[in-house]
């Protein structure tokens, strides 16, 4: 029940999240699937400096827009 409710809060903070565009850091082919990598953020961290990560995540896009951008660009997920 805990990870379900996690699951929908997790949805939820990126459905409601108005900036879903980020840098594609990759490109990857595999198979007949194209994939764009995109890091949403810069990374983050705490006062001590005991936690510095960065939200990144693979997005499968058609041919076209596989195409059309390249690493460093910036892709908004619709």
Do not use: H, P
Request: hydrophobic share 40%.
């Amino acid at each position: 029940m805990k990870k379900l409710f996690l699951s929908f809060l997790i949805i939820f903070f990126f459905a409601c999240k108005k900036d879903n565009c980020g840098e594609i850091i990759d490109k990857v082919v595999e198979g007949d699937t194209n994939i764009l990598v995109i890091r949403f953020d810069e990374g983050g961290g705490t006062g001590q400096g005991d936690f510095n990560g960065e939200l990144v995540a693979d997005i499968e896009v058609s041919n076209e827009i596989f195409s059309n951008f390249s690493e460093g660009e910036i892709y908004c997920v619709e």
